[in-house]
């Protein structure tokens, strides 16, 4: 299986020469994700261990998972229309800021920021930020 988001830093392109590196299946019985990210590691088998976790610093990308394993279908009400637009992506960016929002809210509203803005950096949307004073327009 893949992940459903991509994240700066991912090991998409290494899980294979990774797992190669793992001891024969069936000699240990825990997987620990230290540095989670978007998980390609371990979303690359379907088990690792008989007991995996899944951890990582940013509160905001294990809610994510957390919504997405044990609400998925309200977190997909919760995205349902959206659309790409920088003007919705900067107030994503300031909602999550805020208190009061469900755990669903906060993952929608992370998922929108992995999703749209550039490279997953969660803060430019779409393209890289230009300095328009040197900026040359044509009219």
């Not at 349902?80 to 920088?86: A, C, E, P, Q, T």
Request: charged share 30%.
């Amino acid at each position: 299986m893949d992940s459903f988001i991509s994240w700066i830093g991912g090991k998409k392109l290494l899980r294979k020469e990774i797992l190669s590196l793992f001891p024969e299946k069936k000699t240990f019985d825990r997987y620990v994700e230290v540095f989670g990210g978007a998980g390609w590691v371990l979303f690359a088998s379907d088990r690792h261990a008989e007991t995996e976790v899944y951890n990582d610093i940013d509160s905001n990308l294990v809610n994510l998972f957390r919504c997405a394993k044990y609400h998925p279908e309200a977190l997909q009400k919760e995205l349902d229309f959206i659309l790409m637009s920088r003007e919705q992506f900067f107030d994503a960016r300031e909602q999550l800021k805020m208190r009061g929002l469900t755990d669903i809210q906060r993952a929608a509203r992370f998922f929108i920021l992995i999703k749209e803005s550039f490279g997953s950096d969660l803060h430019s949307f779409a393209v890289r930020p230009k300095n328009m004073i040197n900026a040359v327009v044509y009219i």
